[in-house]
């Protein structure tokens, strides 16, 4: 694995996996563009889930839904009113803060006074925190004698009291830029799924239990962006809400949870890397029963967010249904009189409608990404001495299966023989298969090792006959890049060899 985010961001930038937004106007914080290789390993990450969580499932539908939503859907879904970070400003340089950001950047002297200044246990974070929210003059007082200094001039700042700031990015919706023209960027894909509950419902004939999985982007205006792609403004989700009877949420949630851990593990993100952080009772959301947070150990972070897994009650549903008050509702909601659908489903053993509970898996694409880098990512010392730096990718994920290579770049023979192969080997369909005609054959192995190719075909003057070994005519090298073996195969077996490996 990786041994500092340091290696994986000159890794992605050399390759192209990832860059930086709007780099050549000097960048935009927060935003990202994959490059050739990084749009095909998310792909293929999505595509994975998509399989294991829909395709493999017989109990799971899915859904691409609008990413710019009715301003009724955030505000009856509670993000309009609870979805904001508090900040502080240096009044010394005009920067802004997430407030736990700056506080947990600090040396522990400084949080120690902050502390003590708030009469809170400096031990137990997310509680000071909380006590920084509750009182924003003693606060700002409490950063003031703590000396909190600021992360971007290093010096002690000047602050401001904690403010909420709200994440979501609005827009304007049509030609008249007036007070009721606008909408949101969802901030996450869930609201989608829970404004289509009923289309689904009566699409689908869909009874108690079941999913809907979605994938998409989802836009939040991070006040301090940072770690790489670990916390963007745009970023994608993989999210699952499934739908059950009130009394079988808990076995639902403990299910999910083994089967998003076995997931995360087939894409070689293994258990003992993921602390499954069972959230205390006091820092839930408002709409959570219970939530597990999976950590994943990224490098120099350390154990960080990777997904949640949330038991949501029935606030979603019962947040964006009319007729709240006849519907026997456990969650505390706020009143809906704009809602025009009933969000219920009969029970399976009485037929009463029912509002069902939630069970919500929301996993980070980006996270994932960065994940599966870290976990693949290896630094080797070969026999002779050379480093190699090579992406033991799981094969479904890499993003190019195989390269083929002629051995020189000027023989036509070789290089039309290589693009038959190429195509040959592209019509399986196993993603993509590259040409890789630079003619240097030790830089390209190199590449293809950083990059995780799991098979590279050589094209030499043996296959075309012109070589010393004629019982050689025909076959081709296949190397693997994890073992370095290097493997005569028949041109005529080529396919189903490669089909079996990669299987
Ligand atoms: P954090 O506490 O790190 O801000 P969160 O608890 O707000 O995350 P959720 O709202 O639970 O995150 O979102 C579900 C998932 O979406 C997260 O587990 C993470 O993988 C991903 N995610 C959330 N915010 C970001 C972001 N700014 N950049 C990248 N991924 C994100």
Redesign the pocket.
């Known amino acids: 694995p990786a041994t500092s985010m340091e290696e994986l961001v000159s890794l992605c930038k050399r390759r192209g996996f990832i860059f930086q937004g709007s780099e050549i106007y000097g960048g935009l914080q927060?935003f990202y563009d994959y490059g050739p290789l990084g749009v095909e390993l998310k792909n293929n990450i999505k595509a994975a889930w998509w399989r294991t969580n829909v395709y493999e499932r017989d109990d799971m539908e899915g859904l691409d839904a609008s990413i710019i939503m009715h301003r009724q859907v955030l505000r009856h879904s509670g993000h309009e009113a609870t979805f904001s970070?508090p900040m502080v400003d240096n009044k010394k340089n005009n920067k802004r803060y997430r407030l736990d950001h700056l506080v947990k950047d600090q040396k522990a002297d400084v949080i120690a006074r902050v502390a003590a200044a708030m009469g809170a246990d400096a031990e137990n974070f997310p509680a000071l925190i909380a006590a920084l929210n509750a009182d924003p003059a003693k606060a700002s007082e409490a950063l003031r004698a703590g000396g909190v200094r600021d992360a971007f001039s290093g010096e002690v700042g000047e602050w401001t009291e904690p403010k909420p700031f709200n994440m979501m990015f609005k827009t304007t919706i049509g030609p008249v830029a007036d007070d009721e023209s606008y909408g949101y960027l969802r901030?996450?894909t869930a609201q989608g799924i829970f404004t289509n509950f009923k289309n689904v419902v009566d699409s689908t004939s869909r009874r108690l239990p079941f999913g809907i999985a979605q994938i998409g982007k989802?836009f939040?205006n991070?006040i301090t962006?940072r770690n790489f792609?670990?916390?963007?403004?745009e970023?994608?989700?993989m999210?699952i809400e499934f739908f059950c009877t009130p009394g079988t949420d808990e076995d639902w949630h403990a299910h999910w949870l083994e089967k998003r851990l076995s997931w995360w593990e087939a894409q070689g993100v293994p258990r003992s890397k993921i602390e499954i952080l069972d959230v205390p009772k006091e820092d839930l959301?408002h709409y959570s029963k219970r939530t597990y947070?999976?950590m994943y150990d990224y490098p120099t972070l350390g154990h960080?967010?990777?997904?949640?897994i949330?038991n949501r009650s029935d606030y979603d549903l019962g947040s964006h249904t009319k007729n709240q008050s006849e519907l026997g509702l456990v969650a505390r909601v706020e009143e809906n009189s704009d809602s025009i659908a009933k969000l219920t489903i009969p029970h399976p053993e009485t037929n009463k409608p029912v509002v069902p509970f939630v069970i919500e898996p929301?996993?980070?694409?980006?996270?994932?990404m960065l994940a599966v880098l870290s976990e693949a990512f290896t630094k080797e010392t070969l026999e002779n001495g050379n480093e190699r730096i090579v992406l033991k990718l799981r094969p479904h994920l890499a993003p190019i299966k195989v390269a083929v290579i002629p051995l020189a770049r000027n023989k036509p023979e070789l290089v039309d023989l290589a693009r038959t192969i190429k195509g040959e080997l592209q019509g399986l369909g196993l993603g993509r298969v590259l040409l890789e005609d630079s003619g240097n054959i030790g830089k390209a192995y190199r590449r293809h090792d950083e990059v995780g190719t799991p098979y590279c075909v050589t094209v030499d003057f043996d296959t075309v006959g012109k070589g010393e070994d004629p019982s050689l005519t025909d076959t081709v090298t296949v190397r693997d890049r994890d073992t370095l073996a290097q493997e005569r195969v028949k041109i005529s077996e080529l396919s189903s060899w490669i089909q079996a490996k990669l299987r």
């Open positions: 927060g970070d901030p996450e989802a939040r991070e962006p792609i670990f916390r963007v403004r970023l994608e989700q999210e959301a947070d999976l960080e967010e990777i997904e949640g949330a929301s996993a980070g694409v980006d996270r994932a």
